[in-house]
């Protein structure tokens, strides 16, 4: 297995991993305040980073602490707008359109640093976007605010996904982590101290989602991705986080949510999950079906 197909796999594993986060977090939002949720779960995160990867503080330079204050600060706006946009709109929904992504990270590519996307990248794109729409409540025309702050929030991990790529070149990926994991947690805390105090009650429900989400979604999964995402390119990342609303609408779809009431697949959906599938594996295929030259005698 190439090093490109295997960096893919894993970043469709996190994918995974992120999906489920939605209706879990969807859930617990009913209970507490989004900003105290993403303080926690940042903060347990960043914590079982340091632990694991205790001896590597000594060795951050500057050019680390600099590029992962970047994708930190991305990565806090993004879900920040991410969680504050989940109050009016859908899990689901929420996870489509913060997928978009995919479309913006060509634009963020061409317009800053002047590199083209492949062919079969841009067109497994053209059919994902399609299929994001599709699916969204866009093409119904019931945009809302949460919406829009979850296409902001797309907007914000479209500069993540290509800052990671560039400084994981020239930075040690696990040090980049530990700048990031610890930028996004001071920051949401601080935002939650000084904007919002308000009484958080925990039950089991809120311990069971802030321990998956945080070891799980935040510091097995950004930390992986900033490992493998220097094996693939920005474009072709994104395109497989498109994956993220089908795994998202699989989890609600098996979670309900605090009326109890499960999300159902519609066949407009259908249609816009397949188109999903399809620009991934259009992407994928010199990566699968890539012929081996031989090797020297």
Known sequence: MNKKLRADLILLTLTAFWGISFPLMRNVLEHMPALAYLSIRFLIAAVLISLIFFKKH???????????????LLLFAGMALQVFGLYSTSASNSAFITSMNVAFVPLVLGLFYKQKTQKLTIAGIVLA????F??????KFQFNPGDFL??????????????ISKFSIRCDTISLSIVQLWTAAIFTTFVWLVF?????????????VLAVTAVL???????????????????HAALIFTMEPMFALLFTMLIPDPSGNFEKLSLITGIGCLLIIMGTLVSEYKTIFRRRRPEPR
């Open 150 to 163: 979850t296409l902001l929030c797309a907007i914000a991990f479209a500069f993540q996904i290509v800052f």
């Open 58 to 72: 000594k060795m951050i330079n500057k050019r680390e602490v600099g590029g992962g204050m970047v994708i930190g």
């Open 196 to 208: 919002d105090r308000s009484r958080i009650i925990f039950n089991l429900e809120i311990i069971i």
């Open 129 to 132: 976007t399609i299929g994001l």
């Open 217 to 235: 979604g935040t510091a097995v999964a950004f930390t992986a991705q900033i490992l493998v995402q220097k094996d693939t390119n920005p474009s």
């Open 134 to 139: 599709l699916i969204s409540g866009i093409v």
